[in-house]
């Protein structure tokens, strides 16, 4: 059974930094592209950051140059650096995989940015 497992979520000030971290089991790790998402309240969850089998990487527009997506296969964890944090990236992250076409979602971890 695949398992996804967020953590590094706080609270922060506008400007800081945080690194969140997904850990992952049941699955043949270094095989999947990763995704990263979030939820603010009253919004549609969205893209945020994603990575392929291969390191390759994508962002949202409004992640771009702040936040940085990476995977340490050995360790079975993909991690969000972000940076230059504002309010507006106040929301739920969630952790995100496909295997055999089906996916697989952490419980989340809460990032709140106060101004």
């Known amino acids: 059974q695949v398992q996804l497992v967020e953590s590094g979520g706080g609270l922060v000030q506008a400007g800081g930094s945080l690194r969140l971290s997904c850990a992952a089991s049941?699955?043949?790790?270094?095989?999947?592209?990763m995704g990263w998402y979030r939820q603010a309240p009253g919004k549609q969850r969205e893209l945020v950051a994603a990575?392929?089998?291969?390191?390759?990487?994508n962002y949202a527009d409004s992640v771009k140059g702040r936040f940085t997506i990476s995977r340490d296969n050995a360790k079975n964890t993909v991690y969000l650096q972000m940076s230059s944090l504002n309010p507006e990236d106040t929301a739920v992250y969630f952790c995100?995989?496909?295997?055999?076409?089906?996916?697989?979602w952490g419980q989340g971890t809460q990032v709140t940015v106060s101004p």
């Open positions: 990575i392929t089998s291969g390191g390759r990487t």
């Open positions: 995100n995989t496909m295997v055999l076409s089906h996916p697989y």
């Open positions: 049941g699955t043949f790790f270094s095989m999947n592209n």
